[in-house]
């Protein structure tokens, strides 16, 4: 089968709306059928040129755009390009239009009932059919937007982090399912810091470094592997010492389900926080991680069992926006500013909320935590979006404030960040 020319990015530079340069230099082609794996650190630009592609950067970002872009023969300039295109973004509960599954898939793919259940059966999402889209998981959601994209069979299928929230077992089932649009001819250009899991299975990688792109064939003519693997190996060391102070909060026996549900999302957890130490609760995606932390706050109340909580819990959530409250970095930060450097923010300070890329979010939310040093911080998906790098100086900073006394409880999907566990509870 021919492959014809899909993607074409020549010279590509884009600035964001203070004039400052965000990608300056991408230059790349794709054809139909390949899978390419866009690789480089946070802040890089990799996002920003899925938004160039997605058609987003200049209408809904107000970024200034630069170079030749073009899809099927298309300028990605015109509004016709978004029948091409299918977009996961990195904050997926921003991306689904309709109140509940079923409508999302069948008005936006024009596939039938019997197709929708099958493609949800296939990512372990059968049980959200006609559940309220407000109510599922970001993990759920990316699987639902995934799903959306394979029934569409759009030619240009664009992914960023979206195995970032889930775990193993709906990895693999996602990376299958966009390995077969891509066999069937879609261009499939996914973002991903988990380089491996992808081996065998790219056609092309982009590297992407201090905002220039080029395409390579393997990641070993990038030497990101070699830099990655050193990187992994400083989370452990990270691991708290101590950890067997006073129990500052205690889980007994918890069940917990939705006042709409039928089943129960959590049952009969235990789990103990002591100051000190970090605990991780690792588990599938939509089994009740970021639930048992909203008990855990106190925002949700157990339907059988005892909470006992003996200091004001602090939750940094999955979506860092429901976390800040200050227009700026800076401000945020407050007489605690000299945190960003360790958090790589330290060039960021003055800039706007909304301007922060979604990895930069979240590193403002954990370093705004570690100013106010709370005795009980929860933390939920801390590494979603991030680079290893910039995961390891978020892991850091919680090694920091257990090693001052706080009791910290983490939900992640992230394996290396699960290693500063000194206790892991699985739900």
């Not at 899991?197 to 792109?213: D, F, N, P």
Request: proline fraction near 4%; glycine fraction near 10%; aromatic fraction near 6%.
């Amino acid at each position: 089968m021919s492959r014809g020319l899909g993607v074409y990015v020549g010279s590509l530079r884009v600035f964001s709306r203070g004039g400052e340069p965000i990608v300056r230099d991408a230059s790349f082609q794709l054809e139909e059928g390949d899978l390419a794996l866009v690789v480089g650190r946070s802040g890089s630009g990799k996002t920003t040129i899925l938004r160039v592609l997605a058609g987003v950067a200049q209408g809904v970002f107000g970024l200034r755009v630069e170079g030749s872009v073009k899809l099927f023969g298309e300028s990605v300039s015109r509004s016709s390009v978004a029948r091409y295109v299918s977009y996961v973004p990195q904050e997926p509960w921003s991306a689904v239009a309709s109140p509940y599954p079923v409508i999302e898939l069948t008005s936006f793919t024009r596939a039938s009932r019997a197709e929708v259940e099958e493609a949800l059966h296939r990512l372990g999402l059968e049980h959200i059919l006609e559940e309220n889209t407000s109510s599922l998981s970001p993990g759920e959601i990316q699987r639902l937007l995934i799903a959306e994209a394979y029934l569409a069979r759009s030619r240009l299928v664009l992914v960023d982090e979206a195995l970032s929230y889930l775990d193993p077992a709906s990895r693999a089932a996602v990376i299958e399912m966009l390995r077969e649009l891509a066999e069937g001819g879609s261009i499939v250009i996914v973002v991903d810091h988990v380089a491996e899991q992808w081996r065998g299975l790219y056609t092309k990688v982009i590297y992407v470094e201090s905002g220039a792109a080029r395409a390579v064939d393997s990641l070993e003519d990038t030497g990101y592997l070699q830099a990655l693997e050193r990187c992994l190996a400083s989370f452990e060391a990270l691991r708290p010492r101590g950890g067997g102070g006073e129990a500052v909060a205690e889980v007994r026996d918890l069940w917990f389900r939705y006042p709409d549900a039928r089943d129960y999302v959590l049952r009969g957890v235990w789990l103990r926080a002591r100051e000190g130490s970090i605990v991780v609760v690792k588990g599938g995606s939509g089994r009740g991680k970021s639930t048992l932390l909203r008990v855990v706050a106190g925002l949700y109340r157990a339907s059988r069992g005892r909470v006992v909580v003996r200091a004001r819990p602090q939750l940094v959530p999955e979506n860092p926006l429901l976390y800040i409250s200050s227009p700026t970095p800076r401000e945020e930060l407050g007489d605690g500013a000299s945190v960003a450097e360790e958090a790589g923010l330290a060039h960021r300070l003055d800039t706007p909320i909304a301007f922060l890329s979604g990895g930069e979010r979240r590193r403002l939310a954990i370093a705004s935590a570690y100013v106010r040093s709370p005795r009980l911080l929860l933390v939920d998906e801390p590494s979603v979006g991030l680079d290893p790098w910039s995961a390891l100086s978020v892991a850091r900073l919680l090694s920091t404030l257990a090693s001052r006394g706080s009791a910290i409880v983490i939900a992640t999907h992230d394996p290396y960040l699960a290693r500063l566990g000194n206790e892991v509870l699985e739900v």
